[in-house]
């Protein structure tokens, strides 16, 4: 048995296909982890989601920015943007049922025998892993209880900092934009979310990539996430970085897991996005 985690799809039906050839994937022997934004900007989000819920457990998923996009969009919670690709999605006749599975994902995702998180972003630097789990596992019931009400709250920046919230609302904020939005944070631990750009440009060098904050409290297990396209294929002992930004002409890449001295598997985009 493989253990594979791969990278942000954003609806590239294709390139997964393509990937899993490469992989030689079966679901009856291995097992597949994705980061999160299976959906979106991509042609085929519908399959995506078609194809991925029909390995049943043989994948495991947590949400990204864009899949909780699209769960909000299906509550009624927010509209569809005019370079969004969900129309297909809204419209299947099993909609429900797949927006139905979409929403019973995690936020977070673990495996003790192999000492490895999964998550789509990052994480603050004043949690812990036990942190971390309780506050996943709280969006995670809002969603499921009362996802009107969780999405017609979600949206905002602000509080930016653990030690300042001061409601649930602001809680659940604050838990799910580190979950699926944050990149950097300043010298302060503050989240800077509006930042997208890569570590290696000027403008970011007065910023700290989120897993390289000073003093954080949740280093222990390897943290597996995707969400930054400019920062691509980033690994040493603490994290693995797998957006390699497929949707916008570079690579869906997986990583076998289970196999420390395991390289990268790659295949390249068959037709970007335009910006």
Excluded at 8 to 33: K, N
Excluded at 159 to 187: K, M, Q
Excluded at 237 to 265: H, I, K, M, Y
């Amino acid at each position: 048995m493989a253990l594979y985690a791969i990278g942000d799809v954003q609806g590239c039906d294709r390139e997964l296909g393509a990937l899993l050839t490469a992989l030689q994937f079966s679901a009856e022997r291995d097992r597949l982890w994705f980061v999160g934004d299976l959906v979106n900007r991509g042609p085929d989000s519908l399959g995506v989601l078609r194809r991925i819920r029909a390995f049943g457990d043989a994948a495991t998923v947590t949400l990204g920015n864009h899949d909780l996009h699209l769960l909000a969009v299906a509550f009624g919670s927010a509209q569809v943007r005019s370079d969004d690709t969900l129309n297909e999605i809204l419209a299947a006749p099993d909609r429900d049922t797949l927006i139905e599975w979409l929403a019973s994902r995690p936020l977070l995702h673990e495996d003790q025998a192999l000492n490895a998180c999964m998550l789509h972003a990052g994480l603050a630097p004043q949690w812990d892993i036990a942190m971390a789990r309780q506050c996943a596992r709280e969006f995670e019931s809002a969603l499921r209880c009362d996802p009107v009400r969780l999405f017609s709250q979600m949206y905002g920046d602000r509080p930016d900092r653990w030690d300042e919230v001061r409601s649930s609302e602001e809680r659940l904020r604050f838990i799910v934009n580190c979950f699926t939005r944050l990149r950097y944070v300043d010298t302060d631990g503050r989240l800077m979310l509006r930042v997208k750009g890569s570590p290696h440009k000027a403008q970011t060098r007065s910023l700290i990539p989120w897993f390289q904050a000073p003093a954080a409290r949740w280093h222990g297990p390897r943290i597996v996430f995707g969400h930054w396209s400019t920062l691509g294929f980033f690994n040493n002992a603490d994290v693995t970085s797998l957006d390699t930004g497929c949707v916008w002409g570079g690579t869906l890449t997986a990583l076998r897991l289970d196999d420390p001295d395991a390289q990268p598997v790659q295949v390249a985009c068959a037709a970007p996005v335009e910006r």
